[in-house]
C-alpha cells in the first residue's frame, strides 16, 4: 500500500507515547503533526529565541542530549520532551550602579562559585557555546571574555536545568554582555551622531517632500534609486 | 627553559601584583611561565571525603591542560604561585598517582577530554627557583642588593601541608630564606613561619585570623623585621588587612608591610629599579635610611 516516493516514517515517542512521523521534520514540525498544537513555546521558530529547547534520548544510547525544536529534525527512536520555560532566578539590577570591579557578576550570581567544573552545561548548550568556560571566566572577573564566549547565546536555560550547582549560567552570560556593552566597547559613535542629526530636525524636509508625492512618483524614486 | 603556568582566580583579581612580578622575575632568570590557554578554578580545598569524585574535576581539568601543553613544551611540570591551588592540584594529582582506579573512573566521566595519564608534577614557583635555578645563580643576577634590608619569609601552611606534599622542612623550612639571603637581604626567623594566617576564616570568623595574625606580625616586630614576605595571596591579603585591624584595637603598635616573595625578587634582580620602587616607599625609605641599596 506504500505509495511511490513516500516519505520513509520514524518513531518518535512525544512524552512516552509513540508517533509515526515523516522523516525530515522538524521537531517542533513533528509535534505539530502529532497533534500538539502551541500557544506558548513556539517561539521565533528560526533558532534565534531559545524558546524550544527539547532534551531526547535515542534508543540504546545512555546519553541525554539536547536541542531546540525548530532546528533539529527528527531521528528514529527519539524520546523527547520540550522545555518551554526554565524557572531561573533573574537578579534585578541597575546598570547605572553597577561597575566592572573583578567581583561584579558574583555580587549579582555568588552561586558561581559552586562551580565544580563538571562541563554538563558546555555539553547540553545547543549553541555549542563553552558555558563552563564562561562561568569560570565570570568568576575571576573577565568580563569581557565572559561576553564574547556567550555572544551566541539563546537564553533557552538547557544549562541550568543540567548544572549540579545550581547555576543559571544564562542570566550571568547576560549580564556579563550587558557590563562588557556599557564600559568596556568602544562606543557605537556613529550611532550616536545618527540621533543627533535626527534630533536636529535636518532630515525633516526630505520626509516633507516624500509624503507630498505622489504613489507613481515614489515608485519612480524607488526605480531609480542609487544601488552599492 | 618553559615551564606551563596554571594561574588561579586570585592571581588574575587581588593577587595580580604578585602574577605581573612573577612573571618578569621569570624572565629574567632566564624562562618563560605560559598560562595554559582555558583553565578552571582549582577546587579551593581539597576535599578530603575519600568517594566524593565531583570536587576533584576542575583540578583534574587543569592537569589534563598541562599535560596537552606539556607536550608541545616537552616538560610534565606545571607551576603555580598561588599557595592554595598548588596544595588542592598537588593532593589530587597524588590522590591519582595513589588510587589509578579513580583515575580511571575520573577519566570515563570526562569523556569529551583527553585521559589524564598522572605524570604531570605539580611545582610552587618557590620550587621552580630553588630546584631548577638555585640561589647561587640568582645571586649572580642580582643588580641591587637588598643588604640593608631585614625581611622575614612567611610560609603559611598550604605550601608544608600535608607532609606528603612538602617540598621544604615542614617545621623549620629554608627555601625561601636561601633565596632572599641570596638577594642580599638579612633574614630573620620567626617560629610562627608555618604557622597559619586564619585562611578562609576571614569570611566567618574574623577575630579567628586576627588573633592569628597578632601572633604572627608581634614576633615579626619583636625580631625587627621591615618587611614580612609570602608567596601565598591568601596569606598577604589576611595579614595586611588583619594588621589594619590590630593597629586601630592598639593591639600592635604599628604595621609591617606584606609583600609577595616576587615583588622583593623583582626589585633585586630589575636592571634601573627606581620606577618600580616608587611603589615601594616603606622600603625605599628603609634602605635611605640605612645608606640606601
Known amino acids: 500500500m506504500a505509495e511511490k516516493n513516500q516519505i520513509p516514517l520514524v518513531s518518535v515517542f512525544i512524552m512516552g507515547k509513540e508517533y509515526k512521523i515523516p522523516s525530515g521534520l522538524t521537531l517542533m514540525k513533528a509535534m505539530e503533526y502529532a497533534g500538539y498544537r502551541y500557544t506558548r513555546g513556539a517561539g521565533c521558530r528560526a533558532g534565534f529565541c531559545g524558546a524550544c529547547a527539547t532534551i531526547y534520548r535515542l534508543k540504546n544510547d545512555y546519553k541525554l542530549k539536547s536541542a531546540l525544536a525548530c532546528q533539529t529534525t527528527v531521528a528514529d527512536g527519539m524520546y523527547l520532551v520540550q522545555l518551554p520555560f526554565t524557572p531561573a532566578n533573574k537578579q534585578k539590577y541597575d546598570m ?19 562551580c565544580i567544573s563538571c562541563n554538563s552545561c558546555t555539553k547540553v548548550c545547543p549553541q555549542e557555546l563553552k ?9 575571576r572577573g573577565d568580563i569581557e571574555k565572559a561576553a564574547t564566549l556567550s555572544f551566541d547565546c539563546v537564553q533557552c536555560g538547557l544549562c541550568a536545568f543540567r548544572c549540579p550547582a545550581e547555576i543559571t549560567q544564562y542570566h550571568v552570560g547576560q549580564l556579563a554582555r550587558r557590563l562588557y556593552g556599557k564600559f568596556v566597547a568602544p562606543k557605537a559613535i556613529h550611532t550616536e551622531d545618527a540621533v543627533n542629526k535626527v534630533n536636529s530636525g535636518a532630515p525633516r524636509a526630505e520626509i516633507s517632500k516624500l509624503k507630498s508625492m505622489s504613489p507613481a512618483e515614489i515608485k519612480d524614486l524607488y526605480k531609480k534609486r542609487p544601488i552599492e | 627553559m618553559d615551564y606551563p603556568y596554571y594561574p588561579g582566580c586570585t592571581l588574575k583579581t587581588t593577587g595580580k601584583k604578585d602574577e605581573e612580578a612573577a612573571l618578569e622575575v621569570a624572565k629574567l632568570l632566564g624562562f618563560e ?6 583553565w578552571t578554578c582549582c577546587g579551593v580545598v581539597y576535599n578530603l571525603t575519600s568517594d566524593v ?43 591519582y598517582k595513589n588510587n589509578p582506579d579513580k583515575l580511571k573512573n ?30 647561587e645563580k640568582i645571586k649572580e643576577k642580582v643588580k641591587t642588593s637588598l643588604k640593608n634590608l631585614k625581611v622575614d619569609p612567611y610560609y603559611g601552611c598550604m605550601l608544608l601541608r600535608p607532609k606528603t606534599i612538602a ?17 642580599g637581604a638579612t633574614v630573620i626567623e620567626n617560629p610562627m613561619t608555618v604557622e597559619c594566617c586564619g585562611a578562609h576564616q576571614i569570611i566567618t570568623n574574623k577575630g579567628a585570623v586576627l588573633d592569628c595574625v597578632e601572633r604572627i606580625v608581634s614576633i615579626s616586630q619583636k625580631k625587627g623585621a621591615d618587611v614580612i614576605v609570602t608567596p601565598c595571596p ?6 595586611t588587612t588583619a594588621q589594619k585591624t ?21 626589585i633585586s634582580l630589575t636592571e634601573s629599579n627606581q620606577d618600580y620602587l616608587k611603589d615601594y616607599i616603606f622600603i625605599k625609605d628603609k634602605l635611605d635610611e640605612r645608606g640606601g641599596l
Do not use: W
Open chain 2, 53 to 95: 569524585m565531583a570536587d576533584h574535576l576542575s583540578a583534574t581539568r587543569t592537569l589534563i591542560r598541562a599535560q596537552e601543553m606539556g607536550r608541545e613544551l616537552k616538560t610534565n611540570k606545571l607551576v603555580t604561585l598561588c599557595s592554595m591551588c598548588y596544595n588542592v592540584l598537588k593532593q589530587v594529582n597524588l590522590m
Open chain 1, 131 to 139: 558555558v563552563m568556560d564562561y562561568v569560570q571566566a565570570s568568576l
Open chain 2, 234 to 239: 591568601l596569606c598577604q591579603y589576611n595579614l
Open chain 2, 246 to 266: 590590630l593597629f586601630e584595637k592598639g593591639k600592635i603598635n604599628r604595621k609591617t608591610p606584606v609583600i609577595y616573595l616576587s615583588e622583593l625578587m623583582k
Open chain 2, 106 to 135: 575520573i577519566n570515563l566521566f570526562l569523556d569529551n577530554e583527553e585521559d589524564y595519564l598522572g605524570n604531570i608534577e605539580v611545582m610552587h614557583f618557590l620550587e621552580i627557583l630553588y630546584n631548577d635555578i638555585g640561589p
Open chain 1, 96 to 114: 547605572e550602579k553597577l561597575n566592572i570591579a573583578h567581583n561584579a557578576l558574583l555580587k549579582e550570581y555568588p552561586e558561581i562559585a559552586r
Open chain 2, 33 to 38: 611561565l605560559k598560562e595554559l590557554p582555558t
Open chain 2, 167 to 183: 617540598f621544604d622542612d615542614q617545621d623549620s623550612p629554608h627555601i625561601m630564606g636561601d633565596i632572599l639571603s641570596a638577594l
